[in-house]
């Protein structure tokens, strides 16, 4: 199974600061899914990327794809209260079309 | 848009109860799955099914059985429960269609502990 590593696992931040998260693996990633999970809420998607090198763009949030395909990074401008929660990056694991998470960065932004 | 829909939200269970966690999906998905979050610990797979009828087990399934009677029903069933089942368990489901372009569609999640 492949394992994902994920920093900082908590991060603390003022309302209008910038931040980036990462995730990274010893294997390389057939694809990586970032997800957000709000308290007592299950995880929502927000991006896929899948091409090595990849930028996507979501608003405020820009995600990156590692050359080598074995890490990637969220980059948050600007960070808005509406930004906390926790932010799990995930990929394809080994059962059925299922997705192994890592543990995630928590986010708490500050007003 | 109910999506994915889990009953009951919370549960407090007595060390060997048995308690079935309730999972429905409307968007006529074939892939349906069961984790549990433990903190700092990331989403952990339990059991999957890939269609009606068809189920197999996940990273960590002992202690848990499910079944898979209809596309849109996927309960998972605790036996005898212990203190190591305390956890936040979260069904899902997917289209089940290319693996780069699949995405999981979560539950709000079932609260569980057990005393």
């Known amino acids: 199974t492949q394992l994902l590593e994920q920093s900082p696992q908590f991060l603390s931040i003022q309302e209008g600061e910038n931040l980036t998260v990462y995730c990274n693996s010893s294997?390389?990633?057939?694809?990586l899914q970032w997800y957000r999970q709000e308290p007592g809420e299950g995880p929502v998607l927000l991006v896929t990327?899948?091409?090595?090198?990849e930028v996507k763009k979501l608003k405020r949030l820009t995600f990156q794809f590692g050359d080598a395909r074995k890490d990637s990074s969220l980059h948050i401008t600007a960070a808005q209260p509406g930004d906390t929660g926790l932010y799990l990056c995930?990929?394809?694991?080994?059962?059925?079309?299922?997705?192994?998470f890592g543990p995630g960065t928590r986010l708490s932004v500050l007003p | 848009n109910a999506g994915v829909t889990q009953t009951p939200k919370f549960r407090i269970l007595k060390i060997g109860q048995s308690m079935t966690l309730q999972c429905t999906q409307d968007?006529?998905?074939?892939?349906m799955y069961w984790y549990r979050q433990d903190p700092g610990m990331g989403l952990k797979l339990i059991y999957y099914?890939?269609?009606?009828?068809?189920?197999d087990k996940g990273e960590v399934p002992n202690g848990y059985n499910v079944s898979r009677s209809t596309t849109e029903d996927f309960p998972l069933r605790l036996e005898l429960a212990a203190p190591s089942q305390t956890s936040v368990y979260f069904c899902?489901?997917?289209?089940?269609?290319?693996?780069?372009?699949?995405?999981?569609?979560f539950g709000s999640g079932t609260q569980l502990s057990v005393l």
């Open positions: 899902a489901s997917s289209p089940g269609g290319i693996a780069t372009n699949e995405k999981l569609f």
């Open positions: 294997s390389v990633f057939s694809s």
């Open positions: 990327v899948v091409t090595g090198g």
């Open positions: 995930a990929t394809l694991g080994n059962y059925g079309q299922n997705f192994v």
């Open positions: 968007m006529n998905h074939n892939y």
């Open positions: 099914s890939v269609g009606a009828g068809i189920t």
